[in-house]
């Protein structure tokens, strides 16, 4: 197939869960999360920005990994609702490319942003003294633009390959969006070369991270059976463990996509994958952050507070 041809000609998005009986059901259910999911991390990032109090290292972070979750969902779910209630299940092949390529960048981003706020935890309970040392505020943005730069890079390598081979008889894709084993799925040459390449990068990209993260984690835990004083133990153990719950949904299903080969796992496996790391875990991860954690909490309360006093001061005049 020439450039040409193969740049023009569209890809069909058959959707989420194509087989399923009430396909209604899914989409509103989806739309529904896809709502929580914003509003959630979209009122994160906005204490984050107005509470001085949580103009800390990990809030930053936090803001940091909210942002990537709001692009990240919406990199989507959008496009696939537009999809099925316009009944145009095609995306152009350079549309196909930008949602991949955003799509890896926003999921390397994510890998990356959980290892460095695991360092983050360690350097705050077992290195307290140098946390303002090792946590200043330079060093706080030179972790932001490493992840996002590190993750463009990546991503590009693994959406230009993919991307440009070549594709032999049907152009549908069991998916509602475009992702890199759906495309390896439907191509006509021998893949096992870039599938070793994948592997490697998985390596890199996630389980070097899971290590390291479950390594900070382990250190954490063994300080704090050695704290003195419960209130400081119970505060660095409810921290911690929301991160852990975040990090266990995320990698465990990166893993289980990218890790094994294509042809090991089907379609419909690979969108409840999908589901559970790019719809499911962005509507958690807010939740989790703000309702075990009191700071989060009273920033709320007091944003809250601030809001039903000047409706009352209108009112009154």
């Not at 058959?14 to 999911?37: D, E, M, Q, S, T």
């Not at 095609?90 to 196909?96: L, Q």
């Not at 003195?228 to 921290?239: D, E, F, I, Q, V």
């Amino acid at each position: 197939m020439d450039l040409k041809n193969k740049t023009t000609a569209d890809f069909i998005l058959l959707g989420l869960f194509p087989n399923c009986r009430y396909p209604n059901l899914i989409i509103f259910l989806i739309l529904f999360i896809y709502a929580l999911a914003s509003a959630g991390n979209s009122i994160l990032i906005l204490l984050i920005w107005l509470d001085p109090r949580l103009h800390t290292p990990m809030y930053f972070l936090l803001s940091q990994l909210s942002l990537i979750d709001l692009a990240y969902i919406s990199s989507t779910v959008p496009k696939a609702a537009t999809n099925y209630f316009t009944g145009r299940q095609s995306i152009s092949f350079f549309a196909c490319a930008a949602q991949m390529f955003s799509f890896l960048t926003l999921g390397l981003a994510e890998c990356i942003l959980l290892t460095l706020m695991a360092y983050d935890r360690y350097v705050a309970v077992c290195n307290p003294l140098r946390y303002t040392v090792l946590m200043s505020p330079k060093v706080c943005l030179k972790m932001a633009a490493s992840t996002w730069l590190g993750a463009v890079v990546a991503a590009l390598v693994h959406t230009i390959y993919p991307m440009n081979f070549p594709i032999c008889g049907s152009r549908k894709i069991n998916h509602y969006f475009c992702e890199m084993p759906a495309i390896l799925r439907m191509s006509c040459v021998d893949t096992s070369h870039y599938e070793m390449v994948k592997f490697v990068s998985t390596i890199i990209f996630l389980l070097v991270p899971f290590t390291l993260i479950l390594t900070s984690y382990t250190l954490i835990f063994l300080t704090v059976l050695r704290m003195n004083s419960p209130k400081g133990r119970n505060k660095a153990l409810a921290t911690c463990s929301s991160h852990l719950t975040v990090v266990s949904l995320y990698f465990g299903q990166a893993i289980f996509i990218y890790m094994t080969p294509t042809s090991s796992h089907t379609p419909d496996q690979d969108q409840v994958g999908a589901v559970l790391g790019t719809i499911v875990t962005p509507m958690l991860n807010p939740l989790i952050y703000s309702l075990r954690n009191k700071e989060v909490v009273g920033a709320l309360q007091k944003c809250t507070g601030r809001c039903c006093n000047r409706d009352n001061a209108r009112s009154l005049w």
